[in-house]
Structures are given as C-alpha cells and as structure tokens.
C-alpha cells in the first residue's frame, strides 16, 4: 500500500476525475455500497466498477462487509471502504486548560486517543511541541508512517476567523489574535485545518452521527458553555468573522450579568450548567462536574433533576430566538449536559414550543422541528478535527 | 414576437440545454454582456454567440445597450437583455387592508403599479377576483396579451409553509391555514408563487438592488412591523415552516408584553417603529405615519430623532442577536424605518456594536459586517414577487 497515494488523490489539484472523485466520497462518508455511491454521486454504475477494481487493485480500497438481503435471496450487498492503512488523520482539540489528540484511520476508526493537561493559560509554543511529540509517540505506537498523515485538524474552543486566527471571547485568552495554522503547521510539518469546537461537532455528528444525510440543522452545545454551529445547505456557516453559532453570546438578558466576552446578559451566562452546578456544588459541599449532577438526576435526587430541567428551561429561549431566525427541521443537543438525555430534552423542548412562535399544532408533523442527543459527546470535536481534514483535503 | 416562447424556456421541462440557461439567466440578472455571460455561466463563448444570435433572430432577446471602453479604443461591448414584449410577470403585494398589483416586464421594467383597498380582514376569495381583475385591467390598458405572462407572484405579510400556506401570526390573520396557489391559481388561471413579503424584499435587493451579487446577506425590516430575511448560499433560507428570518418574532424580552403571535417579549413589540409612533401621535395629537415622523426627524424635530434613534438602539439588539447565531458580511436594512436613512442607520450600527460579541477591533475590516438601506424601500416586496417568478420558472 503506498501511503502518499491516498494523499495525492485526496489533495491533488488535478481532482475532478472519477478516481478522486470516489475517494473523496469514501473519505467523507465511510463504508459505502456501489448503489449508495451512484446515488450520491451521480456516476454511472459501470464507472463506479471500473473505479472500484482499480482502487482495490492498487490497495487504497478494501471492501468491509457483504450483506445478503433480508430474506436471502439475490446477490449480496458489497460494502467498500478507504484501506485503514492507506493513510491517517490527527485530530487536536485545544480546551481550557490542555489538549486532546486524536489519530484515526481514513476509515474513522480511532487508533489512539490521549489528552494532555498544559494548564490554565497555556501559551502556543508549548501546545504545538506538545502536539508534535503526542502525534510521533502515537504513531510510533501503532507502527504507523507519518508519511502517511493527511493532515492536521484542530478544533478551538471560541470563535476562528475564516483565516484561522482565535478571535477574543474564546476560552483560550492567551491565543486571542493567534493563526492556529501558523502555531501548529511548522513544528508539526503537516497540513493543518482549525474551526470551532462545535463547528467539529457539527461536522461529526453530520459526517458519522445523528445528523449523517442531513443537509440543514443546528447543533446546540450545552456544557459549562454554550456553543453551537449552523449547517446549511450542507456547510456549516462560518460567518463573516467567524462567529457564526455562537448562541453562548446571544444576547438575551438586556440587563444581565457581564460574560468573558465583554458584553451583558449572554446566553451562555444562565444557560449553560454552570449556575446549575454551582448551586449544586454549595449544596453538596464539594465541586460537582457536569457528569455527577447528571448522576444524581438520573439516580432520581429530586433537586438534581430540578436544576438540569431549569437548564433546560433557559436554553430553550434560547432555542426559540435561534428558531425565529433559522426555523430549522433538526436540533442536535450535543455537550455533557446531553448525557442527561430525556431529563434535559424534555423540558427543552417544551421551553422551546413556549418561546417558538409557530406552536405544535400549528403545523402538519413533517413541519415541525425534530430534537436529538448528538451521537458522540465524549469526543464529537475531536472526531470533527479529523473530519474537517478530510472534508478540506476532498474539498467537499 | 411569440409570447409563449419566453413562457415555454423559462418553464420546459428541458431546461438543461444552452438556450433556456441563458434566457434564465438574463431573467434573474438583466441586461449582460457576453462576457458577463460568460463568467456567471461557465459557458463558452462561442457558445455564447451562437445562441445570443439564435435568440435575437427569434425576438426573444434584444441588445439594450452598447459601450466603448473608457480611454476610446478597443471594441465596444454590447449588453443583452430578453425582449421586453416577449412576457410579463405579475406581482401581487396581501398586507393588512388590502392588496397591491404590479406588472412587469421580463427586463424588469414596471409597467403598472396599482393599490387595492379590501379593508381589514378581508377574504382570500375577494382578494383573488380582485386581483384578476386589476390583472386584466392593466393589461388591457398597456395593450398586452395575458397568453406572455409568466406567472404570478405573491408576497404575504406573514409567514409561509413551504407549500404555500399562510401561518398563524402574520398581519392577514383570515388567511391562516389558507394555501396561496389554491386560492389564485383557479381564480387567475397562471402559475402562482408566493412567499413572505421579507423573503420577497431580499429577492429583489439581491437580484437587482444593495444586495445584488452578494451570496450571504440579512435582510432586517424596519416598519411597523419587524421582519426579515436571510439568505445564505444565494438562497432565501425558509426554514422547515417557513418561519426563517421571521425576527419579528425573536423571544427578546422574557417578561415583555404580549405579542399577536401568541408568545411575550417578540422583538417587534419594542423594536418596530409602533411604539415610537405612538408616543409621537399623543404629542401631536393626530395619528401619524412613519412618513410622517421621518420627516418630522429630517426636518431637526429633537423629538422624533430621539424616537427614531430609540427605535434604532432596540432594533440593533436583535441584530446583535442575529449576529451570534449568523454573523452575515451583509445587513441590508429595509421598511419604512429606513427611509430616515442615517438618522436610523447610524445608532442601529452603534446599539449592533454594543450588543455583538465580535467588537469592530476585534477584526481586519475585511471582516466587518457591513450595513446599507435597501434600494427598493417603496415596492421592495412587489419587485420580489416578480423576482419570485423568475427565480422559480428558471429554477435558479
């Protein structure tokens, strides 16, 4: 298997023929069946063989799974996939105190996953060797080239503009102004590709989860923040400055508290779960994470359940201002406060249909706005790094 | 000149070949060159010519215009544009007590302009046998054939579902439930069109106004109402009930009054221009328009500045709101709030400032949101139901 192959293919400029065309498919969405990828592409059947034989051939393809129909008769379904070890991805996602880094397979399989604890206001020097060093020991690891790396994801938790710099307001100040590409891709030597957190997400959930086929949604981040992206037309909407989905920074209490970002009454400041886990926390007499209070809700401790319910409450206005200008058919609710599942989505959507102008009834069911827990709350941005490096280097 | 010519390639069913292309493309866009033509298309200029020479044999295109190069020399440029005699559109306007009627042609021209006063809550049956007929009578009186019109195009003062019908909350409250094309078409014997008046409004600042060119922009209107439009990827976004760029009806205030839409605290019961006319209208003691108070604010009334720039200052909140969920390059500001011009655009960009979480020195000035008045202020939503009729029948 020729490592860099996949890569040319993938990035090459000459990108339009059948060949790379097939492979930036396969890159984007997985396993795919010859009908699937005619549907999606357009290409002729016969094409799509020819393809097909000649990728498996040269070792860039392989086929994954064969699937008979239900009832057992007819040829079998053949599904194809991007030969794991034709090449790799690294996916970092840079938090408030430290980084993740991820390394999977172009077929989305993770082979390694680690994190690595720098501190609060760590500078960007350190992160980018930090990185460099976690990616060779990983690759090291699992007996991997880095000749075969596509790239490079990172995924910032605050706004990116579209060239890569971390703008104010994010939860990383000391990186304000910084160009993400420019810090990681001369100590790395690799391509790189930066974007929000909840853009990744968004590219995740679209690529691999929940909202896989869907070209239009919104995802909703509720953690100690809130955060989110806007796919439209299948892409997710960056904004002119990058500061498209940010609902953590809707404005939404004209006489509230101060936010980091410099303005009053932010969504974020009382939708988010820190006020919840900070009344918990006084309550318990010990810090509570997101994940303990979503313990106790679920282990049925009545205020647990009351404060993840008035979460829910006021992030739902929120839903209602971002309905109001967007009306979009999927809410994906992504972030830890997710994992509380039906405890936080029921009260928000009911928060969602008071503060929604168009009521349920208002319209048949095939208009009315869908709401779903993300598929990956461990690690949707870390996963969407390593999308958003398949997606820029298939152009899609 | 065969009318039906025009109707037939703007609406075929082979629509994929050289000719309709370039008849659909002069219907959105107006007069071109050959080789704007050739930039917008990706077509060949080879192809470009044969099929302009085809079309101006047949009477369906016609040369408008011819330039010289600025210093003299060189060969002059001619525009094209589709024969104004060769079909005709018609827009039709349901706000609060009555309809509007416009006729255009397919270079865009307005041919007719009419006012029909149906008082309030008046029945969607009245409204179409008084469109057919302020239809037939402005044909009649500029000697054209209904056998060239191109469809009908209707923008509603209020929300509309995807398939035609008008929601609760909009100014027409009779109509909620009713599907416009079934209402008209019967009645008109054309093809109908309808959307919101906003969506409207952004059709045409886009196709021939402060928006023309631009992808990515949001529309805001600014009147007694508040509504608006948002259009990504060249698109309107509709939303899955069409209740997209309604931010009228953004939840902006948790304990504000009651809204016709059912909800508390919707934008439009503060940021609209109601409120300010009605403190006007006590002080003078006759009920005035927004006309009138704009007037009384450029002819140096302290008052009615003052009022204007309150009015402003809410308004700009629900732009820093659409800001975090957006971040569009582009506002165009419309209604008849904007007639005040400076007067209302200079404090909306200040209160935007305020209220956006990316500051104006966060960013180079390339990513700045940009902020105009929209260039058709009187007839905005007519011209876009014409611009709705071209954009449909050429499938743009």
């Not at 990035?11 to 059948?18: E, K």
């Not at 999606?40 to 860039?60: D, Q």
């Not at 206005?317 to 109001?324: N, Y």
């Not at 830890?336 to 009834?361: M, T, W």
Request: hydrophobic share 45%; glycine share 14%; aromatic share 6%.
């Amino acid at each position: 298997v020729k490592a860099s192959g996949l890569r040319d293919l993938l990035g090459g400029s000459d990108s339009s023929g059948p060949v790379p065309r097939l492979v930036r498919l396969l890159g984007a969405r997985g396993a795919m069946s010859p009908a699937q990828i005619a549907r999606t592409s357009g290409m002729a059947r016969s094409t799509i063989s020819g393809v097909l034989a000649e990728l498996r051939a040269s070792g860039m393809v392989v086929e994954v799974r064969r699937t008979t129909s239900s009832h057992g008769v007819g040829r079998p379904t053949s599904f194809f996939a991007l030969n794991p070890e034709a090449g790799t991805c690294v996916g970092i996602h840079l938090d408030f105190e430290g980084l993740q880094v991820l390394v999977a397979d172009v077929s989305h399989s993770v082979l390694q996953e680690s994190r690595i604890p720098l501190g609060v206001d760590y500078a960007p020097a350190l992160a980018a060797r930090s990185a460099r060093d976690a990616v060779a020991a990983a690759y090291k690891r699992n007996g991997l080239s880095l000749r075969g790396v596509l790239g490079v994801g990172v995924s910032v938790s605050g706004p990116i503009a579209p060239d890569g710099r971390v703008q104010r307001a994010s939860m990383i100040p000391r990186w304000a102004g910084k160009n993400i590409r420019e810090v990681f891709e001369p100590v790395l030597g690799q391509p790189v590709f930066a974007d929000n957190e909840s853009n990744c997400a968004a590219i995740a959930e679209m690529t691999w989860g929940a909202a896989a086929g869907e070209d239009d949604f919104v995802l909703f981040k509720s953690d100690v923040g809130v955060g989110g992206a806007v796919v439209v037309h299948g892409r997710v909407l960056a904004g002119v400055a990058g500061g498209g989905g940010e609902f953590g920074h809707i404005p939404i209490d004209a006489d509230g508290g101060m936010c980091r970002c410099g303005n009053r009454g932010c969504l974020e400041l009382t939708a988010s779960f820190l006020p919840a886990l900070e009344r918990a926390s006084r309550s318990h007499r010990r810090p509570l994470k997101i994940e303990d209070l979503v313990a106790l809700a679920k282990s049925g401790d009545a205020a647990a359940v009351r404060l993840v319910a008035e979460t829910a409450e006021r992030a739902g206005r929120g839903l209602g201002v971002i309905g109001a200008v967007l009306n979009p058919g999927l809410f994906v609710i992504s972030g830890r406060g997710a994992y509380a599942g039906d405890l936080l989505l029921k009260p928000l959507v009911e928060s969602y249909q008071r503060h929604f102008f168009i009521k349920r009834d208002d319209v048949p069911a095939a208009l009315a706005t869908r709401f779903v827990i993300g598929k990956f709350l461990a690690n949707d941005s870390l996963l969407g790094a390593v999308g958003l490096v398949l997606r820029h280097r298939g152009r899609l």
